[in-house]
């Protein structure tokens, strides 16, 4: 398979990394040119992951093995490959096919279930290396702003879609029904193949890993912040796991209200409303319950998911927290501080294999 399915073929004389001659570029509408530059720039480092895995059918007494596959995007020129791990989940054989056409195994490096983020690696040749995307910053990301997404859905090789950003600080169930945080929503159509792949701004960085989690939503796409991401990777690459501190809840960000930011002296104009609680966790056991906003840490200030991670990523297990929280009272919101001893969890399922 080949990049927009072109043969391997020499370019016409003139034809920029696209295909498209200079002077054809230049025609296009400023909308156009901005995506065609987007495609040219990230398209290279964009791959299929194709996987096999051994699945049980109904009636049968052995497994079978079937092939699926999924989306991916070269981050290090050495081969390292951003994925959903969903993507790779159970495989038994991964092949990466480069955006040439070039098919190389690939190794899992890790995975982390919490974030459905995986990294997989590619060989490289000596003195060779890879086309690789720049990662942007995610937390730059504002309503209105156009995305590109590239991917392979249903198996074909190189699809390009376009929209904006719709929301942003979804909290939705993921695979496996965990609750990922800090959600990218788009309009850019996500299909199931396209999992893995970049979600890219105008300037040709990848903001999101692409993920199709709501296959009932018409017109819904989502994708993994970039900044969530790539703390994910370097923990994976780091310690070949991911331990975090936890509250032992989820939640997504929220705007404030002007009068509640006044009355209770908050200075971020969002904070956190918490939609879920585990049980038995570190929150539930200091009495904190879903819909309590939480709008501080300590003396920290709270707007998104993301500061809550930061925040706490530099703890060690049974550290106290003051979490600052709003209460809904029969009377309104009431301020409110709860003391957490904070947990320290690996992923689920985090793996290491190496060649």
Known sequence: MAWFGNSREAPRPGAG????APSEIAALDAYSQAVVNVVNTVGPAVVQVGVAKAVMTRGSVMPRVAEGAGSGVIFTPDGYI???SHVV???????VTLADGHDLPADLVGVDTETDV??????????RSLPSAKLGDSDKLVVGQLVVAIGSPAGLQS???TGIVSALHRTLPGYGGRMIEDIIQTDAAVNPGNSGGPLVNSRGEVIGINVAILQQAQGLSFAIPINTVNWVASMIMRNGEVRRAVLGIAGQAGQLPQSIRRTFHIEKPSAVEIATVTAGGPAQRAGIQPGDVIYKLDDHPIATVDDIRRYLERLA??????????HM??????AAEAKVNV???SSPQTTVRRR
């Open 82 to 84: 951003l994925t959903n």
């Open 89 to 95: 989940d159970g495989a038994q054989r991964i092949t």
């Open 17 to 20: 990394a696209g295909g498209a």
């Open 159 to 161: 699809t390009v879609t």
């Open 329 to 334: 009272g029969p009377n309104g919101p009431v």
């Open 118 to 127: 995986a990294i997989v690696r590619v060989p490289t040749e000596a003195g």
């Open 343 to 345: 947990q320290i969890a």
């Open 317 to 326: 297990n049974g550290a106290q927290v003051r979490v600052g929280l709003l």
